[in-house]
């Protein structure tokens, strides 16, 4: 399976049809949240439409930057992750919307027992089928969560989270300038960077195994 990662748009859509050869041998379209810029519900949907237009499965979360009126239309597309489990070509998914609260106020965000409560209340079954996790905020301690690409600022939570279940990938964003590809134990860890530079990942799985690759249009 081939996946397109691309995070944080922030309602910039322009690049999107830059991604159209690549959709061509992809498999899947993932969107990991700020689909908009403190918009609502027409501004999601014109990001969402612009990322329809690819022509591949979507799925999505919301991101820190999308008010709650956008939150709740990504929610409502088929291809929503947030909190929800889907079975894509035998691989499992599952999301986490929203971030902590960070130096700016932003709509969408819950502190660290808010984002725990959160992420206790997800039910995987138990039956041995690969899980790829996605959530916006990023891990503690990891490659992808360095603000000004220094200070730790993801969420212990998420990370947690992501250490117990071991998915072969977490795929991340929200922190514009640590994208990176790393690893939590097993699991490989992609944070792509902000679409709006021009920032996406290409996520590989066989056999069970995720490896992932950095680009820039």
Not at 98 to 117: I, K
Not at 176 to 191: D, F, M, P, Q, Y
Request: hydrophobic share 40%.
């Amino acid at each position: 399976m081939i996946i397109l990662l691309v995070s944080d748009l922030h309602g910039d859509i322009d690049r999107l049809s830059k991604l159209k050869e690549e959709a061509e041998a992809a498999d899947l379209l993932i969107v990991a949240g700020d689909l908009t810029h403190f918009g609502g519900r027409s501004d999601a949907l014109r990001v969402i439409e612009g990322c329809r237009n690819l022509g591949l499965p979507l799925f999505l979360i919301h991101g820190n930057c999308d008010t709650e009126e956008a939150a709740r239309c990504i929610a409502e597309q088929e291809g929503s992750l947030h909190l929800v489990s889907r079975d894509f070509s035998g691989i499992r998914f599952v999301g986490l919307g929203g971030s902590l609260p960070g130096p700016l106020e932003t709509p969408s965000t819950m502190d660290e027992e808010a984002l725990n409560r959160e992420l206790s209340s997800i039910s995987l079954p138990q039956d041995g089928m690969p899980l790829i996790f996605v959530s916006h905020q990023p891990p503690h301690g990891s490659c992808a969560d360095r603000a000004m690409k220094m200070k730790h600022v993801g969420s212990t939570s998420v990370a947690r989270w992501s250490e117990a279940v071991a998915p072969i990938a977490h795929l991340c964003g929200h922190i514009h300038e640590s994208a990176c590809v790393g690893r939590i134990g097993r699991t490989v860890l992609v944070n792509p960077g902000a679409f709006k530079d021009g920032r996406y990942a290409v996520v590989r799985i066989a056999g069970g195994v995720a490896e992932a690759e950095l680009r820039r249009v």
